[in-house]
């Protein structure tokens, strides 16, 4: 029972490069996110996926896409990745987006960019 | 418009000694509240969550967190801390339906033996 996985663990990129954060979840959860995390600013919704097909914008998207593949998996895009893209990035998933349900949440992705 | 304010972004305690962590949020409606804990290199794993039940909340590892709505407050606590409870802690506040989940600072506490 793996829960929420992330691919890579790790990653260095340069100005300009793109890549995919990829994200596997295996509990049939219909809602995922993408979070990035800095020092002392907590963690912020960079998007969300409500359930399979549809996709949203949260507070921080600029710089970003993502494809929700199907009901397990979410990607998130860098086209091209910025300095300021520097960041641990966490992906969850929820049974719904209801106010009660609880976020679980992938061990992270540690993106550099120089 | 929702917030939610981490009052202290370091605590430090004693092994054996009560832990305290404050969070007090805004919201224009009944929210539901949550603490997280993230272990170093880790991602976040729930400790506990209020959704307008009982007002005294209890978690995991013996943490527990009171609802005060005249104090809007939803403070982390637990009577005797140990040395696997360093980690940073995340209170959070989220809106029934939609997306909108509102992250606190974190608080990492620290645990002196």
């Known amino acids: 029972n793996a829960g929420v996985t992330q691919t890579p663990k790790f990653q260095v990129l340069k100005t300009g490069q793109s890549m995919t954060l990829q994200c596997a979840q295996d509990m049939n959860h219909n809602s995922m996110y993408w979070y990035r995390q800095d020092p002392g600013m907590g963690l912020r919704l960079i998007y969300y996926s409500a359930s399979e097909g549809t996709t949203d914008k949260g507070e921080v998207p600029n710089g970003y896409n993502v494809s929700r593949l199907n009901k397990r998996e979410f990607s998130l895009r860098l086209e091209s990745a910025a300095p300021s893209q520097t960041s641990v990035y966490f992906c969850a998933s929820s049974s719904s987006d209801s106010g009660a349900n609880v976020l679980t949440f992938g061990a992270g992705s540690r993106l550099t960019v120089l | 418009a929702q917030s939610v304010t981490q009052l202290d972004s370091h605590v430090s305690v004693s092994e054996g000694t009560p832990v305290l962590l404050r969070c007090n949020y805004s919201?224009?409606?009944?929210?539901?509240l949550f603490w997280y804990v993230q272990h170093p290199n880790k991602g976040l794993q729930l400790l506990l969550k209020?959704?307008?039940?009982?007002?005294l909340v209890k978690g995991i590892n013996g943490f527990e967190a009171e609802f005060k709505k005249s104090e809007t407050s939803f403070h982390l606590t637990k009577p005797s801390a140990h040395m696997s409870d360093a980690a940073e802690y995340f209170c959070v506040v989220k809106k029934d339906g939609g997306f909108k989940t509102i992250f606190g600072a974190g608080t990492r506490l620290f645990v002196k033996a």
């Open positions: 919201s224009s409606y009944s929210p539901s």
């Open positions: 209020y959704t307008s039940a009982a007002t």
